[in-house]
Nanobody, 117 residues
Framework: QVQLVESGGGLVQPGGSLRLSCKVS????????IGWFRQAPGAEREGVSC???????SYADSVKGRFTISRDNAKNTVYLEMNSLKPEDTAVYYC???????????WGQGTQVTVSS
């Protein structure tokens, strides 16, 4: 069955970096769109970045210039490189086979990112 597993979250100080991974199984990553989302306590889930069909990428305004999405199809893995992290980036981060919240797709279980001194 289709599975997505996130990893790489953790506690980091403001200004630090993390790289999240989204390992997919049950299908060949190929040109499937993969999105990264996040949900902070008490907030709605929001889109962070998308690696769409034909490699087109997009980012939320709040992370542009700081986050980079990439994929390694040979490893069936999509990455989210996060630099210059801010406390407001603290959230559970999810990957999914969609790029818009509310679209039907498969989701991972999430990985916690905490930015705090």
């Amino acid at each position: 069955q289709v599975q997505l597993v996130e990893s790489g979250g953790g506690l980091v100080q403001p200004g630090g970096s993390l790289r999240l991974s989204c390992k997919v199984s049950g299908f060949t990553l190929g040109y499937w769109p993969i999105g990264w989302f996040r949900q902070a306590p008490g907030a709605e889930r929001e889109g962070v970045s998308c690696n769409g069909r034909r490699g087109v990428t997009s980012y939320a305004d709040s992370v542009k210039g700081r986050f980079t999405i990439s994929r390694d199809n040979a490893k069936n893995t999509v990455y989210l490189e996060m630099n210059s992290l801010k406390p407001e980036d603290t959230a559970v981060y999810y990957c999914a086979t969609v790029c818009v919240v509310g679209e039907h797709g498969a989701w991972g279980q999430g990985t916690q990112v905490t930015v705090s001194s």
